[in-house]
């Protein structure tokens, strides 16, 4: 299976896919690592487009075609990148499960982007500003909605392995 998870940043997506992965031991596909990792290693002014989530998609593809339970950590904002992690799992025949995760307090969201440290060393992490005006499509009827604004990371992981297993998408 493949858990695409989406969300605009401070929103907790990495905190939930994170502790999810762990959770079901399942490989932890991250978009912002991968992404530092290539600006560090070019010229910093080179714009990589979309680099990071290509090389995401080879590695969660590789790891499907082994058998194993992927989860993808990306801010997924555009109808295509979503379409693109569904052809993935597709191309691999797997089932694919998509998570977006939000932050229905805007105060509380406001307050993780201004005051979180990052866990990617030299990762600078946008503004708020930059989170309010960044371009984010709508993702329609089809995902798992998250609310992380009322709940804890243990409770949404519970929640979301249930919900999971209901559906008979995970073994009980």
């Known amino acids: 299976m493949l858990v695409i998870f989406g969300g605009l940043p401070g929103s907790g997506k990495t905190t939930i896919s994170r502790a999810l992965a762990s959770r079901l031991g399942a490989v932890y596909v991250r978009v912002d690592t991968i992404e530092h990792a290539i600006r560090t290693s070019v010229d910093p002014s080179n714009d990589i487009g979309p ?4 090389v ?3 590695i969660a593809e590789d790891n499907l075609a082994l058998g194993r339970l992927v989860i ?6 555009l109808t295509i990148t979503r379409e693109t992690w569904l052809a993935v799992a597709a191309r691999s025949g797997v089932i694919a499960v998509e998570v977006e ?18 866990d990617v060393e030299g990762l600078v992490k946008p503004t ?3 989170v309010v005006e960044r371009k984010y499509d709508d993702w329609g009827q089809r995902p798992i909605v998250v609310d992380t604004a009322a709940r804890d990371v ?13 559906e008979r998408l995970l073994p009980i």
């Open 51 to 54: 680099a990071g989530y290509v």
């Open 101 to 118: 995760v939000t932050c229905s307090d805007k105060t509380e969201h406001r307050r993780r982007v201004e005051t979180r440290k990052t």
């Open 154 to 166: 243990p409770e949404i992981v519970e929640a979301l392995i249930t919900e999971l297993r209901t």
């Open 72 to 77: 993808a950590d990306s801010v997924n904002p």
């Open 128 to 130: 708020w500003q930059e």
């Open 56 to 58: 995401a998609y080879g």
